[in-house]
């Protein structure tokens, strides 16, 4: 596969989305294809799943179920779109992916890394993003970005500041673990400077 895989991941409300934007114009100016996509989604079985996983009660999913549909989702998702794009030399750029899933459910809920790499292996093999871009925000704030946007997608942003700390610590954790492929940005700057220092980390 030629094409460049870049994930962006971080807390809630860390403007992921925001930056996925900005970086697409640098692309898109440049004339270069590239795929925005975002998981849990991406393809219809996948943002089907999205549904189900992001609405409703705290405690609606045991945690293996919950871990299960993450993976069947980017299961859909890489097979149905982020594969055909790497092949075709696209750059594709991910709101979340692998890393999430060990962050939330392998370290968060407590389900094991371990046990949620050794799902992604089993299902998917060794498809990994070249670079990931991790938005380091105080989950106080990033939650309360993430109130401000209206909808019904709140299950996980209704888990509690211990549980959203446990999430940064996660991220970083994973950053102190790859260097290579995890670069920290300073999310609590204004999205000018994030997205300066995201073009410094992809070398654009
Ligand atoms: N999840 C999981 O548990 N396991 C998995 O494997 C996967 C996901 C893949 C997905 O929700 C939830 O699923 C997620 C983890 C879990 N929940 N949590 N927590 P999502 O993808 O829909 O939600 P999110 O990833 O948390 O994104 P978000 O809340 O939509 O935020 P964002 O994309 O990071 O930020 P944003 O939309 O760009 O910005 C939020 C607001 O802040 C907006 O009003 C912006 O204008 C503003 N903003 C952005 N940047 C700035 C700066 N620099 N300064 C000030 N204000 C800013």
């Not at 380091?136 to 709140?154: H, N, Q, W």
Request: proline letters at 2%.
């Amino acid at each position: 596969m030629s094409g460049r895989f870049i994930t962006l991941e971080g807390g809630e409300g860390s403007g992921k989305t925001t930056q996925i934007q900005l970086l697409h114009a640098v692309y898109k100016e440049a004339g270069h294809a590239c795929v925005v996509t975002r998981e849990p989604g991406g393809g219809a079985g996948a943002d089907a799943i999205r549904q189900l996983l992001l609405t409703g009660v705290e405690d609606k999913w045991h945690k293996v179920s919950e871990t299960l549909l993450f993976q069947a989702a980017r299961v859909e998702h890489v097979e149905h779109v982020i594969k055909p794009a790497l092949h075709r030399g696209d750059t594709v750029l991910c709101d979340r992916f692998l890393d999430s899933t060990i962050v939330y459910q392998g370290i968060s809920k407590g389900l094991g890394a371990d046990y949620v790499r050794a799902l992604h292996q089993l299902t998917l093999g060794n498809v990994q993003p070249d670079v990931t871009l991790i938005l380091d925000i105080d989950p106080a704030v990033g939650l309360t970005r993430a109130k401000a946007r209206a909808g019904d997608e709140t299950r996980f942003e209704n888990m509690g500041t211990g549980f959203h700390s446990q999430v940064r610590e996660g991220f970083l954790s994973l950053a102190r673990i790859e260097p290579e492929r995890c670069k920290v940005i300073d999310a609590s700057q204004s999205a000018e400077e994030v997205h300066k220092a995201i073009r410094k980390a992809v070398g654009l």
